[in-house]
């Protein structure tokens, strides 16, 4: 089911995938509104996206955690010049979680049916729209999951749970397709 090398994870039951994302780098940035303004800038964007929504800009997304924090998801390249340029000129933490995080697209007709089972959050449409992204725990793995389309999502755990992930999405999609 899940190779720590390769970050392969392969969760398939009756109405429920879940597909491991390789590759791309992520980045934690810590700052304060106006450092997040002109970051959101600098990727070409109007203004940061607000609390607990995301804002792509080519191959990167932005997702607004908290409200000094924004979590980037960027393609092999990295950050944009134009960012790293900005980002030498204000305060702020930077700190690249590559290594740190594994990341999966989460699919499937039963989908929220299985998520329901390992998060407290409510998920449907209404109160969780496309575009949504939050912190939230997944039985004990902290984690982050953002609602990239109606029927989608992308979840990220730091690479130290992703076993335990697996197993839990596994019997909760078992127990949804009953």
């Known amino acids: 089911m899940f190779d720590a090398s390769s970050n392969a994870l392969t969760v398939s039951?009756?109405?429920?995938?879940?597909?491991s994302l390789g590759g791309g780098r992520r980045f934690?940035?810590?700052?304060?509104?106006?450092?997040?303004?002109?970051?959101?800038?600098?990727?070409?964007?109007?203004?940061?996206p607000a609390m607990l929504q995301s804002a792509s800009a080519g191959d990167c997304t932005l997702l607004r955690l908290?409200?000094?924090?924004?979590?980037i998801i960027a393609g092999e390249a990295g950050l944009p010049e134009a960012v790293t340029t900005y980002l030498g000129t204000v305060p702020?933490?930077?700190v690249e979680v590559s290594e740190r995080q594994v990341g999966w697209t989460l699919e499937g007709e039963r989908l929220r049916d299985?998520?329901?089972a390992?998060?407290?959050?409510?998920?449907?449409?209404?109160?969780?729209?496309?575009?949504?992204?939050?912190?939230?725990?997944?039985?004990?793995?902290?984690?982050?999951l953002w609602r990239t389309d109606e029927n989608s999502f992308h979840l990220e755990v730091w690479r130290s749970f992703a076993p335990y992930m697996v197993a839990m999405m596994?019997?909760?999609?078992?127990?949804?397709?009953?």
């Open 28 to 48: 934690a940035l810590q700052g304060r509104k106006d450092t997040l303004e002109g970051v959101a800038k600098a990727f070409g964007l109007a203004e940061a």
């Open 118 to 144: 390992l998060s407290p959050l409510d998920l449907r449409t209404k109160s969780f729209p496309v575009g949504t992204a939050t912190r939230t725990l997944f039985g004990k793995a902290d984690g982050m």
């Open 170 to 178: 596994d019997a909760a999609a078992l127990d949804a397709s009953w």
């Open 114 to 116: 299985t998520l329901a």
């Open 66 to 71: 908290a409200p000094q924090e924004l979590f």
């Open 92 to 94: 702020n933490s930077l």
């Open 13 to 19: 039951r009756s109405g429920f995938t879940a597909k």
